[in-house]
């Protein structure tokens, strides 16, 4: 108990805390975010890493068990994605033990810092196509999904692998990569799907750290108690913040945080962040035009206006 009244929980709880207010304002998972500021406060990555998906495997529970009851997902998809992210995203844990030492501490930083950069790829490309149902009316074909058995069996193995070792992807890269494997996926049940796949897939890797590693109830317990509301004040937040503005912030932070675990020395992460803070928003509202959208219109969503908007309550 004596361990949870510190200041390292309490910066733990307040972090965690802004976090979920992200999270809650944008779906964006928490994994991303919340894996690299806990190594920014001090706390080892393979620690970070242990401690973030078992306070993900909860979050994501919750955010599941809405889908399920409302009938969102295609389980045939996620039993697909499952078989394969399970077991690979177990065996994460098992091999960064098995590193060990300063050389386990050096590949999960850098394996982070890989996993945000991909992430921040992948983000983008996800409003992208998201962009797309906009210009087409945010109208989605309504048909059965056709299954596409290996590549999605693999989408599930690389996006376990990846989960397992950083506690990042289980929400964003894998994401987009139904996205691009099945386009007809109405947005509530992509988004279904996703959460439904994410649960197993987290939890294992979950078990496979704290089999090896155990917990830090120091730092896992600020972890949901400050995560948990702030999650759930984003999600009030968000029908009155710029989702534009937060998003395009939120892959320049991670983008610049993923150059700085992969060592790229600080001058060149500062020319890289200003250059996207002053040519980013140009950028996009180039893309817009060609999509045939105002340039800087923030009021369109990407999502049909008579389906639920996508589930805030992820974290990962």
């Known amino acids: 108990m004596a361990d949870l ?6 910066a733990v709880l307040v972090v965690s805390f802004g976090v979920g207010i992200v999270v809650g304002l944008t779906g964006m998972g928490g994994g ?24 993900a495997a909860v979050n994501k529970s919750v955010g599941a068990a809405v889908h399920w009851r409302h009938g969102a997902p295609n389980m045939r998809l996620a039993g ?31 394996a982070i810092g890989a996993a945000l950069l991909l992430t921040a790829v992948t983000y983008t490309l996800r409003v992208f ?40 992807g289980s929400g964003s890269v894998i994401m987009v990569a139904l996205l691009l494997l099945y386009p007809t996926l109405t947005a509530v049940r992509l988004v279904g799907t996703d959460l439904v796949q994410a649960v197993p897939l987290v939890m294992a890797a979950a078990i ?33 913040v710029s989702q534009s503005v937060i998003r395009r912030g939120i892959v320049i932070v991670l983008s610049l945080t993923g150059l ?7 001058e060149a992460v500062g020319m890289i962040g200003a250059a996207l803070l ?18 800087f219109d923030e009021q369109r969503t990407a999502w049909r206006h008579d389906e639920p ?6 974290s990962s």
């Open 5 to 10: 009244l510190t200041l390292s929980a309490l």
């Open 32 to 55: 991303a975010l919340m894996t690299p500021a806990l190594i920014f406060l001090g706390i080892p990555p393979t620690a970070a890493v242990a401690n973030d998906l078992v306070a």
């Open 80 to 110: 697909l994605l499952v078989v394969s992210s399970v077991p690979f995203a177990l065996a994460g844990g098992f091999i960064v033990h098995r590193i060990g030492g300063a050389d386990a501490e050096e590949l999960v930083a850098t």
């Open 129 to 168: 196509l998201q962009l797309r149902l906009v210009r087409d009316g945010n109208e989605a074909p309504d048909e059965t999904v056709r299954l596409r058995p290996l590549p999605t069996v693999l989408v599930g193995a690389f996006g376990g692998l990846l989960v397992g070792i950083t506690s990042v």
């Open 208 to 240: 496979g750290h704290v089999v090896v590693a155990g917990v830090d109830w120091a730092i896992l317990v600020p972890l949901v108690l400050g995560g948990t509301p702030g999650t759930f004040l984003g999600a009030r937040m968000a029908a009155w």
């Open 260 to 266: 700085k675990l992969l060592g790229v020395p600080p």
């Open 278 to 295: 002053l040519l980013g928003p140009l950028a996009w509202g180039w893309v817009r035009q060609r999509a045939g959208l105002p340039a």
């Open 309 to 314: 908007e996508p589930d805030h309550s992820r």
